[in-house]
């Protein structure tokens, strides 16, 4: 008869592998390529995305000058130094005019000299015009007593001959006359030019405003429209701010911003914006605005970072999502839809304003409640089985 204790054992053995195999099987089922995938989801919600622009810009001066000679010349002395405060018409500082003295000195000559040569010929016509006179009468006469034939008439053709040559003189005269005049003319132009080049060698603040930078010192040769000196006017700082061009859309002239210098963290500043500029950097793909404070704080620097945030309106109400349900399939976007009976499906949007929080305004076959998928531990097909999970990965809130 057979003992039991071998019957017991394969029982044992049998349930055992059993076991195993269900384990196996578990195994496979949870996290092997026939688990499902497990994903978060979030429902469509209808709403508005107010989304804000973000940019790093520098502080800059919108009026600023460069002062410099309009020729080529040496620095004779510089007055004023940089962060100094000037006044228009303020000396600023001065070229040196080497041999322009001499010059003036030398055209005033030329011009007295004019002068003399002008009345010179003032005196000659006037001499002139006496002969042409005396000329006239004796011809007149000459002609009267030649028609009573007084005279012969060789005596009266002397006498027009005469008249004509007096007449001929003083035209002479009045031409001589004429091109002193205008000698005398062009010496004076060249007078007021040179003196207008001396008044450009001063150097002077063409408005109120401050000294922000020495280009050249004394004893440097510069060219013409080299830069002696920079001014600023303080009060039209203002902020140059760029901003992708991706995420631009809604910039205007009038958007509030808020502004956080570099220099002063905790502290966020107002203004607005007050031009943006028509053309874009195609290079760093970047639109840029110019952003004006309301306030200029006090010793704030040219040149100085800053970063802007920029307000803009909220958008139409519409389906609102999390940015993270975006899928690209090809080159449509989408989100996959959870249906009630488990099924997935892709539906195609069109992606409109996004929000500082992450939400995104969308266009397509949506309606409030569809539960989209948010994240997932791998890549989703039509035909995935998924589960749906707090969060995917642990921990992750």
Known sequence: MNSPAPIVRRMLWVLGGLALVVAFGWVVARTGPLAPIRVTVAKVEGGQVAPDLFGIGAVEARRAYLIGPTVAG???RVAVDVGEPV???QLLAEMDPVDLAERATSLAASARRAEAAVAAAQAQLADAQARESLAAINARRYRELGASHFVSASAVEAKVQELASAQAGRNAAQANLDGARQELLRLLADGASLAQQRANLRLVAPTDGMVSAREAEPGS???AGQAV???????SLWVRVRIDQGRSRGLAVGLPARIVLRSNPAEALLGQVVRVEPVSDSITEERVALVAFDAIPPEVAVGELAEVTLAVPPSPSGPVLPNASLRQRGSQAGVWVRQDTGALRFVPVRV???GPEGRVLVAGAL????????HSEGEIQSDSRVQVVDAVVEGFR
């Open 74 to 76: 040496r620095v004779l």
């Open 87 to 89: 006044r228009a018409g």
């Open 221 to 223: 040769t510069v060219v």
């Open 229 to 235: 000196l920079r001014m600023i006017q303080p009060a």
């Open 352 to 354: 409109g304003r996004q």
């Open 367 to 374: 309606v409030n409640g569809d539960e989209v998928i948010v």
